[in-house]
């Protein structure tokens, strides 16, 4: 089968900016979104660094359209924001027009509200207009609530890998594609920051708790970020004379089995999905221009991929950044946020910027990019994502011979 | 896109492991919240891993074992499961913790298991198994999606032997609060008098129910799995009635194939009505079967569905506790599933004879 899946449309939202334009301005000012916690009362406050979406929920509401009553949370919110914009890039006037999806994925869900509301929704004393975030609290909530707001009923569904899970979204629905099952599927994901997030990840002690410094020798862990990012993609019949901004030609999943939250030291996991999606793509690795990297700032998942991607792509790697200090480890939606920085990557021929890399890792051989470049031949990038549990994911977005 | 079931592992509010019984003894219960009977885990796991799982996690990964088992696979080309709440009990233990001690003492092993995709990547981590491993959250369509992603994935040609499943437990906290939107009924309801309940709301339940589906068709198979179709939000009978229609016919059936039809009545009265209708006329000719008063409402009750459906056409009976009206079949070659959850997500299962 050498059927082809189109990107059309792009979308998203995070800590540095509301929608696409806003976040190639912020690249272009090199400002990163990483700060102190705003949104949310904890003790992390003024502690642990986060990249929070400059937004209340209530403005995060306008911003989505809601403009009666809403019973949406702020993972909802983000995600509708950026699936509305990805609709409106693809030129999507006609929703029914063709057999549409959408294929969401978020790890935290609706738990940002859940973990403020929980004693109350215990105590059967207190009643009050917020018990209609109950339903809310699961993870499919979001999708439906994106899907409802943009008017998808052909197929829904919802992705949880951690912090694979929007790569993942996009593959199964490029798979879909493929297989004929649909012609348009807005695939991505979405992810608020939440006290649970944050506790959680600073109990397991690989919170920095200065400015993240993904791929650097001294790096300290990551910070927590927020977020979402869809992408339109379509089969060849429904993308016919629209403008294509890239094709997603590659895709591989695998599980490194190694340790319920650790990648293994050699990275076997992040090869292995690697090695698929260049085998779906018919690429090589030295086809690639440019890699999006996982690149977390942990100690653990830098060496695990620097030792995986040296490997692969036999210590030749190419130009290579991690986007994570500009917008912080938006957990379930950094593939679907990364996704649309490959596809903007490959439209503006540009490379982003690994900021705050000083010190050369010994275990690998490759430097990151350290400044915006602009006027590059990108071609084909490499996306990776990773997440607890093995899950291990790969894209690779190629320019379209098709132009308009 | 088709593959044969040439496994299961169950473990519901039934006795359904361990035995090649098919409900002739059903266990019948006086609460409105079902919970599993469960196996003995020192036969599926080391004692002190167990001791720090959370049961969902327990359940999962002994339901898959005895699919493993039964379907004499050993290493599936690919995991996919489906959980709408994921761990539940880990989720709620941190989250109290954070709540209780104002975000300090915490430690991550609540944490770390709380994560939706922690059976499939702790069953993966059992075998050592380094394939395709997805999790699917999608409320009613958390166990629906990975048994499409099984029947794509053998399409595709990238596997075999798919593991699929479906998985989630219910706590007494969460009870509680579902509670409050109106999830369960007030009153108690025994088991064998919910189908004629008329008040809203149902009872809980939970499960953990895998499956191995087979390119090949091999010497166990229960079922041939045909077809599965997500109708999502539908406006109207006549919606619900065209888009199984249109599964059919893809198969070159009409209603009249269809033999037996396993719906997920829940003795809720305001969405009992859409069974009642396809019972009552789109397949008048087919038997009725139901099977949510033996295991209780739950977003992946779906799976506890497929394994009655695959039980059915293996042993081409069906228990007296689940049948609805009279038999009007003569043989059973095409069984449908059409289940929905909360009226929203809906999903009909096409299954039939090997």
């Known amino acids: ?28 000012d ?139 979204s996009i593959m199964l629905g490029a798979r879909m594609i493929k297989q004929g099952l649909l012609d348009r599927v807005i695939v991505g994901g979405t992810d608020c920051l939440s006290k649970f997030t944050i506790n959680g990840f600073s109990t397991l002690m690989i919170l920095d708790k200065e400015h993240c410094k993904p791929f650097d020798a001294q790096r300290q862990g990551l910070n927590l970020g927020e977020g979402a990012g869809f992408i339109v993609i379509e089969s060849e019949r429904a ?129 990151p990019v350290k400044e915006l470049k ?28 098709l132009v308009k | 896109m088709e593959a044969y079931i040439t496994g299961t592992g169950i473990i519901s509010p039934q006795k359904t492991f361990d035995t090649d019984d098919f409900l002739s003894d059903v266990v019948k219960y006086d609460t409105n919240s079902l919970r599993c009977i469960e196996p003995s885990y020192k036969d599926y796991l080391n004692p002190t891993l167990a001791r720090r799982m959370g049961r969902v996690i327990k359940m999962g990964i002994a339901a898959s074992s005895i699919c493993f088992k039964d379907s004499n696979v050993a290493i599936p080309d690919a995991i996919m499961t489906g959980t709408a709440l994921g761990c539940l009990e880990d989720t709620e233990k941190f989250l109290l913790a954070i709540i209780d001690n104002d975000e300090q003492f915490l430690t991550p092993t609540s944490f770390v298991q709380s994560t939706h995709n922690t059976v499939s990547a702790q069953i993966a981590l059992q075998l050592k198994c380094m394939n395709y491993n997805f999790t699917y959250v999608h409320k009613g369509y958390s166990f629906e999606s990975s048994v499409l992603d099984g029947l794509m994935t053998i399409a595709e040609g990238n596997g075999k032997d798919i593991l699929v499943g479906g998985h989630d437990e219910m706590t007494d906290k969460y009870y509680r609060v579902c509670d409050r939107v109106g999830y369960w009924k007030k009153e108690v309801v025994p088991t064998m008098e919910l189908i004629d309940s008329k008040s809203d709301g149902s009872i809980a339940g939970e499960g953990a129910a895998f499956f191995m589906l087979s390119k090949e068709q091999k010497e166990k198979c229960y079922a041939k799995l045909r077809s599965i179709k997500f109708i999502y939000k539908p406006e109207s009978q006549q919606e619900i009635e065209k888009r199984i229609s249109e599964m059919l016919a893809e198969k070159n059936l009409t209603a009249d194939d269809i033999d037996v039809v396993v ?76 289940n929905s959850f909360m009226g929203t997500d809906h999903a009909a299962f096409l299954l039939s004879q090997c």
């Open chain 2, 263 to 338: 719906y997920g009545i829940n003795g809720d009265a305001r969405y009992d009505g859409i069974y009642d209708q396809l019972k009552d006329s789109y397949f008048k000719n087919s038997t009725s079967t139901y099977f949510k008063h033996l295991c209780g409402e739950y977003q992946t009750a779906g799976s506890f569905a497929m394994w009655i459906a695959s039980m059915i056409v293996k042993t081409q009976s069906i228990p007296d506790a689940i049948m609805i009206g009279e038999k009007k079949h003569k043989q059973i070659k095409n069984v449908l599933i059409y």
């Open chain 1, 1 to 28: 089968m050498d059927k082809k899946v189109y990107v059309t449309g792009i979308g998203l939202i995070s800590a540095i900016g509301n929608n696409v334009a806003e976040t190639l301005a912020s690249f272009n």
């Open chain 1, 374 to 401: 602009k006027n590059q031949k990108i071609d084909h990038v490499l996306s990776n994502s990773f997440g607890f549990g093995g899950n291990t994911s790969a894209l690779i977005f190629s320019r379209s011979q």
């Open chain 1, 239 to 367: 993308a016919k004379g629209k403008e294509i901004l890239c094709e997603l030609s590659g895709y591989g999943n695998a599980n490194d089995a190694y340790h319920q939250t650790a990648s293994s030291p050699e990275g076997a996991g992040a090869y292995l999905a690697m090695e698929k999606a260049f085998k779906v793509s018919g690429l090589k690795p030295s086809d690639i221009s440019y890699i999006n990297a996982h690149g977390t700032g942990t100690q653990i998942n830098d060496l695990s991929e620097g030792t995986a991607l040296d490997k692969m792509f036999d210590k030749k790697v190419p130009m290579i950044s991690s986007t994570k200090a500009f917008t912080g480890h938006t957990l379930g939606a950094c593939g679907g946020i990364e996704a649309v920085f490959s596809v903007l990557a490959i439209k503006h021929n540009m490379v982003y910027p690994n900021l705050n890399h000083v010190n050369q890792m010994p275990e690998i051989s490759f430097t």
């Open chain 1, 30 to 168: 090199l400002k990163p979104g990483v700060g102190s916690l705003e949104h949310i009362k904890s003790r992390h406050q003024g502690e642990t660094p986060v990249a929070e979406v400059k937004a209340s929920n209530e403005e995060l509401a306008a911003m989505a359209g809601f403009t009666k009553e809403y019973k949406n949370t702020r993972t909802a919110l983000l995600g509708v924001i950026a699936a509305k914009e990805a609709v409106k890039s693809a030129g999507i006037t006609d929703i029914k027009e063709f057999r549409t999806g959408i294929i969401s994925a978020t790890s935290v869900g609706g738990m940002g509200t859940t973990e403020n509301l929980w004693m109350d929704y215990l105590n059967t004393e207190k009643s009050g207009e917020w018990l209609k975030y109950i339903e809310s609290h699961e993870c499919g909530d979001s999708t439906e609530a994106i899907a409802d707001s943009i008017g998808v009923k052909d197929f829904l569904s919802t992705i949880s890998t951690a912090c694979s899970s929007s790569a993942n």
